[in-house]
């Protein structure tokens, strides 16, 4: 049963940086191209970055390009989401999401919450 | 920029049928935009309902169906219940990124 399980949130100050990660269990981790998507407090959902099965293409959201950098480690079944020069707007809940047929997103994990604040 | 459109709220009858939509701000919606279905309720992660316009995940009833309609997609429930008051969110995909829609709060009343 495929499972993905966050870890990393948690509150940090504005212009601060933040690893999230997410560990993948019940399927093939390296096959499956990989997800991040953000949800803030009360706010809809919004897709943040994707990661290619084999790592070799990333995409971003115009907002987080320059300061967040998506990366997996396929020998340890897990997804990183390295997240600098945060900003209050950074703020929600993280979801380690994994890809599927039709480009869309199949299995969500329960997500992490990240917090910028002073 | 490209904005995703969905009705922000939307009521059915228990038993009733509902459709939502989602659209763009500029052109129509098409299977070349993959869209994709998703529920989610209150401190839940989101469920995959629908992928590649009309294919049902795993698990998931057939009273849901995806279409697209006119120049938008759209998520039909037939025979609505009580358990699906929840949001839907659509999720369209545009070549290196990929663009949720604002959601759809349905209530079953």
């Known amino acids: 049963q495929e499972q993905m399980v966050e870890s990393g949130g948690g509150v940090v100050q504005p212009g601060r940086s933040l690893r999230l990660s997410c560990a993948a269990s019940?399927?093939?981790?390296?096959?499956?191209?990989m997800h991040w998507v953000r949800q803030a407090p009360g706010k809809g959902l919004e897709w943040v970055a994707v990661i290619w099965y084999d790592g070799s293409n990333k995409y971003y959201r115009d907002s987080v390009k320059g300061r967040f950098t998506v990366s997996r480690d396929n020998s340890k079944n897990t997804l990183y989401l390295q997240m600098n020069s945060l900003r209050a707007d950074d703020t929600g809940v993280y979801y380690c999401?994994?890809?599927?047929?039709?480009?869309?997103?199949?299995?969500w994990g329960q997500g992490t919450l990240v917090t910028v604040s002073s | 920029q490209t904005v995703v459109t969905q009705e922000p709220s939307f009521s059915v009858s228990p038993g009733g049928t509902v459709t939502l939509t989602c659209g763009m701000n500029s052109g129509s919606v098409s299977t070349s935009f993959y869209p994709s279905w998703y529920q989610q309720t209150p401190g839940q992660p989101p469920r995959t309902l629908i992928y590649?316009?009309?294919t049902r995940s795993s698990g998931v009833p057939d009273r849901f169906s995806g279409s697209i309609l006119g120049n938008k997609a759209a998520l039909t429930i037939t025979g609505a219940q009580a358990d699906d008051e929840s949001d839907y969110y659509c999720l369209l995909h545009f070549d290196t990124v990929w663009v949720f829609g604002g959601g759809t709060k349905l209530t079953v009343l």
């Open positions: 999401a994994r890809a599927g047929g039709g480009n869309a997103i199949h299995y």
């Open positions: 590649n316009t009309n």
């Open positions: 019940g399927f093939t981790f390296s096959s499956h191209g």
